[in-house]
């Protein structure tokens, strides 16, 4: 392992995490240097949430180790929360279809300000403090690729009136307004056509670039990406839901069997909303 990728870049040894009802994921390895795009790519109920969460901090690995950004977990896990940010995460990262996109803006700039700033940057002035906000939205914004002008009534348009592709590209614009070292990104290519698969795989590629590790998990990811498989470790984690429901009757064995994957990822995101 060189010492750049540990000082900077993702890696993990083994990772694994483990819930009331058996591996949501297991044995996953591997070394991304800084600025990488990493695909999480497997199924849907694969535990490709369930591994984005704990990459980002947000859940506490079973087994194994990884570094995030120079920080270890899961000694670490405070850390990692802090440089890195989610988008599009569902239960997670939910936008308000009732707010408009400059109300939602202009919440996470406030809320970044207040909590995750230093205090120095509290103590501005107030006028100097809203061109600092408002300088953070637009960088976010650009490197989103989310033209306000394009929308219906501009950054007065609700959440509801947004295109999924739009709706993406807010979701992540909110998460880099914190300027995060690592950026998490769910369900990347979830019912976008192929035209807007490729422009939000270019956008991802564009924020890699720019020195952000990002963490996209996806059905089928694109050639020239980090690939991270979830995909065999689900019969791993139903091997373990059933053994260790030996005692169970044949009927809830089944019924936690077929459901193991769909009640980690609510577990994960119970966890990952306390985080």
């Known amino acids: ?82 440089v890195s940010a989610l988008a599009h995460v569902p239960g997670v990262t939910d936008l308000d279809p009732a707010l408009t996109v400059a109300e939602h803006l202009s919440e996470r700039a406030l809320l970044q300000r207040r909590f995750g700033d230093s205090l120095r940057a509290l103590l501005r002035p107030r006028q100097e403090g ?21 929308l219906p009534k501009g950054a007065r348009t609700a959440v509801r009136d947004l295109e999924r592709a739009e709706a993406l590209r807010l979701s992540l614009a909110l998460a880099l307004i914190a300027r995060p070292r690592v950026l998490g990104v769910d369900d990347t290519d979830l019912k976008l056509s192929d035209v807007e698969r490729v422009a939000i795989w270019e956008l991802l590629r564009s924020i890699a670039a720019s ?20 995909a065999g470790t689900a019969e791993e984690a139903d091997t373990g839901a059933d053994t260790e429901s030996e005692s169970e009757s044949e009927s809830d064995s089944e019924s936690d069997e077929n459901g193991t994957d769909g009640k980690e990822a609510a577990d994960a995101i119970a966890q990952a909303g306390r985080a």
Request: charged content about 25%; hydrophobic content about 40%; glycine content about 14%.
């Open 1 to 82: 392992m060189g010492g750049t990728v540990a000082a900077d870049g993702v890696t993990a040894r083994d990772l694994g995490l483990r819930g009331p009802r058996g591996w949501a994921f297991r044995a996953v390895s591997f070394e991304a240097g800084p600025g990488s795009l990493i695909t999480i790519e497997g199924p849907s109920g694969s535990g490709r949430t369930c591994l984005l969460l704990a990459l980002t901090g947000r859940m506490k690995p079973t087994e194994g180790t990884a570094t995030v950004a120079g920080a270890e977990l899961p000694r670490r896990i405070a850390a990692v929360r802090r």
């Open 130 to 150: 809203r061109a600092a906000r408002r300088e953070r939205i637009e960088s976010a914004l650009t490197a989103a690729g989310l033209d306000l002008e394009s």
């Open 211 to 230: 020195g952000t590790t990002v963490l996209a998990v996806c059905s089928e990811a694109p050639d020239g990406t980090v690939r991270v498989s979830t």
